[in-house]
């Protein structure tokens, strides 16, 4: 008879699952939320346990671990705007992995075994954590040396803009080309999705998407105590030799833990990412 002990079984789980979604964050470019993957990993390992629960065989059943596993990466990824991506990348990297725990079994280990799509095994506890210590510091170390191949330009920082009483929070991209600086101040100036930096502003002051073709114009148009918060900046950029573009003075900007202060945020007429994962542009200086 096999002797399953609840603490291997649920911290093994647990852990797997925690990196399967730390993976397919970094695949997806994705904010790397550690602990909404802890909590998605954390479920993963209790639903392994409830398994094994009396009464609980039900659990068994493909639409139960479908359901399972969509929730994790609801868990992890409620904020993504790609969610079916990825949960398909999840997908993909779970089976990856399955199949390699498998292939390890026929050729002879008998460390690790996976049933019925729960993970368990014999070894002692400490040499278990061990283990997956190893794999995540691998793993860690493998996507650092395909980032810095593919020539990524920075990391993905959460961003905090306040205007008044107003807040919004966004996924930023610490981009090295981004050179675009405030005049008076020579301080880096944010590039936003317009669409973000517009909730900050009320109704009655907020212009449309097309109007930000002439930011100009919508100069020209504003009151004159909100006139003062805005300016025009010139950039250059692919195909465009010669632009401007209409840029709003925050009262706060937050990245991360760090507070950078007032600050100028450009509104960008268009999607500053092409995937999506970012919505703002913030140099490095």
């Not at 470019?29 to 390992?45: D, I, S």
């Not at 930023?172 to 517009?198: F, I, S, Y």
């Not at 573009?245 to 937050?254: C, G, I, M, P, Y």
């Amino acid at each position: 008879m096999t002797v399953i002990y609840v603490d291997t079984l649920f911290l093994l789980n647990a852990g797997v699952d925690y990196l399967l979604l730390l993976s397919a964050a970094r695949l997806a470019g994705e904010p790397l939320t550690r602990l909404r993957f802890a909590l998605g990993g954390a479920l993963g390992g209790l639903y392994a346990v409830a398994l094994f629960l009396p009464g609980c065989s039900f659990l068994a059943r493909p639409p139960c671990r479908l359901a399972a596993a969509v929730l994790m990466v609801l868990v992890a990824f409620s904020k993504s705007r790609r969610l079916l991506r990825q949960v398909v990348i999840f997908f993909a990297l779970a089976c990856a992995f399955g199949g390699g725990v498998l292939a390890v079994g026929l050729l002879g280990g008998r460390g690790l075994t996976l049933s019925g799509g729960v993970l368990y095994s014999g070894m002692d506890l400490k040499i278990v954590l061990l283990s997956a210590a190893g794999c995540y510091g691998a793993l860690t170390l493998a996507f650092q040396r395909a980032g810095r191949h593919a020539g990524l330009k920075g990391e993905l920082r959460p961003v905090c803009l306040t205007l008044g009483e107003r807040h919004t929070q966004l996924t930023a991209l610490v981009d090295t080309g981004n050179t675009l600086t405030d005049p008076a101040t020579g301080r880096p100036v944010l590039v936003a999705e317009a669409e973000c930096l517009l909730e900050l502003l009320p109704p009655e002051v907020r212009p449309g998407l097309a109007d930000l073709e002439d930011p100009a114009g919508v100069l020209e148009g504003l009151e004159a105590p909100w006139r003062r918060r805005f300016r025009l900046l010139p950039y250059r950029a692919v195909g465009v030799d010669r632009g401007l573009l209409l840029a709003l003075r925050l009262d706060k900007v937050q990245v991360g833990e760090e507070n950078r202060g007032p600050m100028l945020a450009a509104l960008s007429p268009t999607p500053v990412s092409d995937g999506g994962s970012y919505r703002a542009l913030l140099g490095t200086g």
